[in-house]
């Protein structure tokens, strides 16, 4: 009888004890929600994503509806209509990705990582929160934008009836896919931060991975495709457009272009993961 009580009591410990760990994680994904939208860099960075996003997919879509008369039938032939819009997500990227950079490094920037750790001792879970948080936000927003961006630009093109539809082919998992990169792309800079440790660091590595890395495998396809295919931008470029695998053969395919963003992602938040148990 006593075993079994002793068998009872270490059972409704471990349920307690998990109770308490899911207690203390809602908690900590509570403070970050709080934080991440008490700083302005998180304001500033949606609202340079919007503007640039806007306003560059903006202007490359009436310059083609303004030349398609002059384009000629191979041009016409290989025009996206919804990758047109997400012109402007070659800087949108690089605001959502500095948005995951300040997630990770404000902290440690302003000194609140003290009374952070307080509340929170568990370096891991803190790091989780913070993932949590920003994963979720960057999802809604970056579909939200994905879709905003998708409808100014067929607004645009209907004047030439160059618009496509969300029930064409290829176009909702376009306009999706776009929306879930610029996640990916945020998550690689939170995990690039936390490693960093610093604004201008993680920074700096994001337009690297995002950015120099391009140059790079450009410069080895003489020799092999598969750097680029590996990239990241170039994933992105595969599953924001519709038309964007034919006749590129530096771009991945598309089962290895969500695979390359699932891996960035993965990959840096480990990263950062590594460092925050380095130094629990």
Same mark, same amino acid.
Request: hydrophobic share 55%; net charge positive; glycine share 12%.
């Given at each position: 009888?006593?075993? *079994?009580?002793?068998?009872? /009591? ?12 899911? %207690? ?15 700083v302005?860099?998180?304001? !500033?960075?949606?609202?340079?994503? +919007? ?8 202007? /490359? ?13 191979? /041009?016409? @032939? ?16 690089l ?6 950079? &300040? ?12 009374p ?5 001792p568990?370096?891991? $879970? ?7 948080v920003?994963?979720?936000?960057? &999802? ?10 998708? &409808? ?8 030439? %009836? !160059? ?13 999706t ?14 995990g690039?931060?936390? &490693?960093?440790?610093?604004? @201008?660091?993680? +920074? ?16 080895v396809?003489?020799?092999?495709? *598969?750097?680029? $295919? ?17 006749a590129?053969p ?15 992602a993965?990959i840096? *938040?480990?990263?950062g993961?590594?460092?925050?148990h380095?130094?629990?």
């Amino acid at each position: 009888m006593s075993a *079994l009580r002793g068998s009872v /009591d270490a059972s409704g410990g471990a349920v307690h004890a998990s109770g308490g760990a899911v %207690h203390a994680f809602r908690g900590a994904v509570h403070a970050e929600w709080i934080k991440l939208w008490s700083v302005r860099s998180t304001w !500033l960075a949606l609202a340079a994503a +919007v503007a640039l996003g806007a306003g560059l997919g903006l202007a /490359d879509t009436m310059s083609t509806t303004r030349s398609w008369d002059t384009l000629t039938a191979a /041009d016409r @032939a290989a025009f996206d209509p919804v990758g047109s819009g997400f012109a402007g997500l070659t800087f949108a990227q690089l605001a959502f990705g500095v948005l995951g950079v &300040l997630a990770a490094t404000g902290d440690y920037a302003t000194g609140t990582i003290i009374p952070a750790l307080t509340a929170t001792p568990r370096r891991g $879970r803190l790091y989780l929160a913070k993932a949590a948080v920003v994963a979720v936000t960057t &999802l809604v927003l970056g579909q939200v934008l994905a879709f905003g961006l998708f &409808l100014l630009g067929q607004a645009v093109l209907r004047s030439e %009836h !160059l618009n496509a539809g969300l029930g064409d082919p290829g176009v909702l998992r376009a306009v999706t896919g776009a929306g879930l990169y610029l996640t990916a792309i945020a998550l690689v800079g939170l995990g690039l931060g936390a &490693l960093a440790r610093h604004p @201008a660091g993680g +920074v700096s590595a994001l337009i690297a991975v995002v950015f120099l890395a391009y140059g790079a495998a450009r410069a080895v396809e003489g020799w092999s495709y *598969l750097p680029a $295919r590996l990239l990241l931008s170039n994933a992105g470029d595969v599953v924001a457009q519709v038309h964007a695998v034919a006749a590129k053969p530096r771009l991945p395919s598309m089962l290895l272009a969500y695979a390359d963003l699932a891996g960035y992602a993965l990959i840096a *938040l480990a990263l950062g993961g590594w460092r925050a148990h380095r130094d629990a």
